[in-house]
């Protein structure tokens, strides 16, 4: 049991992780919390189940999916959030303007698709492999594989390219960025793309391991957020592992807990590490400097 926990603990982990890191892209050009982020999850996975239902090839299907949520995200900030930054919006006006957009596309998928549980396995079901005493699908080593190989490359693209250290200088400071002669729009637009297409890939691989439902989008949402939190708020490794630890609570907490107290779980890493280390694992506080 202990063995089969471990690895449930593992998959979820990484698609939190997904979740998390593209959170944290687009907190970093941004600056509020982006609730359509849940959106991009539940649209690239209603996307595929819709393309596999017609007879899309899986593979072919997962990509319009990503890149569905890719656009979504972009369609999201030109059409809401770029206007409301226009006009001065506050980062509460963000937040709400963001909640109704969730909700808006939240219920679209319901009324297209329906509130009951959609799945996309079909045919013979597979037992897997046998790890010690645990079982893994060959479904469940692919979502490893692409976690493993989408935090290593988008780590190195923030670290080694001139537009991570874009994302970077508007994190710090956006007025010096504009002044410095960066388009801001370009990036944030670019970085809206990667990260709802994170978010959309996060949402394929628990559709390929486990049901879907219309609300999925918002449980992976806070899930993702605990795990950027977690591990700090601009690190792509740290929220990875952020994803893998939030992943491992809300697991083995079911050795001595009821399955309903795994979001609890969540919930009380958060207030402590909001309380004890806000700056989260991998991230560090700055001193404010005065003049």
Not at 31 to 38: A, L, P
Not at 175 to 182: F, N, V, W
Not at 249 to 258: D, E, F, G, T, V
Not at 268 to 277: A, E, H, S, T
């Amino acid at each position: 049991m202990f063995s089969q926990l471990c690895v449930n603990a593992l998959i979820a982990g990484s698609i939190y992780a997904l979740v998390g890191i593209g959170f944290s892209l687009i907190y970093q050009a941004q600056g509020f919390f982006h609730f359509t982020h849940g959106l991009a999850c539940s649209a690239g996975a209603y996307v595929m189940f819709a393309l596999c239902r017609i007879g899309s090839p899986i593979l072919i299907a997962a990509f319009v999916g990503v890149c569905t949520a890719g656009t979504l995200g972009v369609l999201l900030d030109i059409c809401i959030i770029h206007p409301v930054m226009k006009r001065n919006g506050s980062a509460l006006v963000l937040l709400l303007a963001s909640i109704g957009a969730y909700l808006i596309g939240q219920n679209l998928i319901s009324m297209m698709f329906g509130d009951d549980l959609k799945t996309l396995s079909s045919g013979k079901i597979s037992t897997g492999f046998q790890v010690f005493e645990a079982r893994i699908t060959a479904n469940q080593i692919a979502i490893l594989l692409l976690t493993a190989l989408m935090v290593v490359t988008m780590a190195l693209w923030l670290e080694l390219t001139r537009f991570g250290r874009h994302v970077r200088a508007l994190a710090n400071d956006k007025h010096l960025a504009i002044l410095c002669g960066m388009r801001v729009e370009n990036v944030r637009y670019i970085v809206m793309a990667v990260g709802s297409g994170l978010a959309g890939l996060a949402g394929i691989l628990l559709a390929l391991d486990q049901d879907i439902v219309p609300t999925m989008g918002m449980k992976l949402l806070l899930n993702g957020v605990v795990a950027m939190i977690v591990g700090g708020r601009t690190s792509i490794l740290g929220a990875a592992a952020g994803g893998i630890i939030v992943g491992v609570a809300q697991n083995m907490c079911a050795i001595w807990l009821p399955l309903a107290w795994q979001d609890a779980v969540v919930f009380v890493i958060l207030v402590f590490f909001l309380l004890v280390r806000p700056c989260g694992l991998w991230g560090h506080s700055l001193r404010q400097a005065t003049i």
